[in-house]
């Protein structure tokens, strides 16, 4: 007998699901971000509106979080600034250094004759008393003779995170850095194997099922690694409408194609509106692509789902949130959608 074939509804409910975004989830900040695989925060802000649609969770808890430690932001899939938990950062981060290397070094050909560990032990050096800013960074490693260019990769050969106050709702600028080593000094060393395990699992854990393909283009990794990993995992197999193998975790929730899906707004840079998901899900339909990833603003914005899709974008101006529909939306839809932003707006005040 084949593998199941998964609607593009079915694996809709399914992302919704694992991204928290069908119910709110009685979580803590830690388990919650573990449980969605990380909140994308090149804005800092953009964390904190990602955890309350997932969560309902106060400013001040992920500011806690964040001033604990138990949260930190740094550089991991993607070469992005990720909010994750302490618990994930080492893996995470051993999962995807040798391909973020590999990446950087191809892209940045002024890269090419420098000495990038003897870069990493200058800024090592630089922040062995505490945190400093990227400012103050910049110029310690120009007096050391080394070019602006090996700033932008550095923190691919030493572990760097952005620590509070900066990068928090208040002082949304992550421009202050410490070492990893530092903030998570209980944190041991992790294989380059071990690391990109836990990756895998816990991409699927949060955007499963899913192809090979899908998860080396969120993880960053080589699709040959992705393979591999899988290759080693017990895994449930289905297929798309489209015949694509779809891979994912045992006894993973698999919710109904009928299943509610209530209005959610979404912030900036949510990983869910990320290409690598929007064709198995149709959460973004291609029609509105352009209106939320274009070259003439942003490169990301605001938006919020309606059935489960982006119906239009919103904005918090005057203690208020404004929202605009990309398409006309039912009187039921409307009030829902005015309902979720007053509290949105209540959240914000």
Sequence with gaps: MGERVLSVRELNRAVLARQLLLEQADLSPERAVEAVCGLQTQ???SGYVGLWSRTGAPRADLTAALHRA??????VMRSTIHMVSAADYAPFTAAVRTARRAS??????QAA???MPAVADAVRRHLADGPRTQRELVALLAVDGFPRVA?????????LLRVPPAGTWEKPRAHLFALAEQVLPDSGPVDDETGRAHLVDRYLQAFGPASAADVASFTGLPLA?????LARLDLQRFRSETAVELLD???APL????????????PTWDATLLVHARRRTEMLPDAYRSRVFATTMPPSIPTFLVDGQVAGTWRYVDARVEWTPFHDLSTAARRAVDGEAERLAAWHS
């Design 70 to 75: 138990t949260i930190v932001q740094g550089w």
């Design 255 to 266: 919710p109904g194609p009928g299943t509610p899906a209530p209005v959610r707004f979404l």
């Design 113 to 115: 004759d420098l000495d």
């Design 43 to 45: 804005h800092a802000p």
């Design 249 to 251: 975790l045992p006894d």
């Design 104 to 109: 950087w070094l191809r892209a940045e050909k």
């Design 151 to 159: 700033w932008a990769g550095v923190q691919l050969w030493v572990d």
């Design 225 to 229: 690694e992705v393979r591999a990993v």
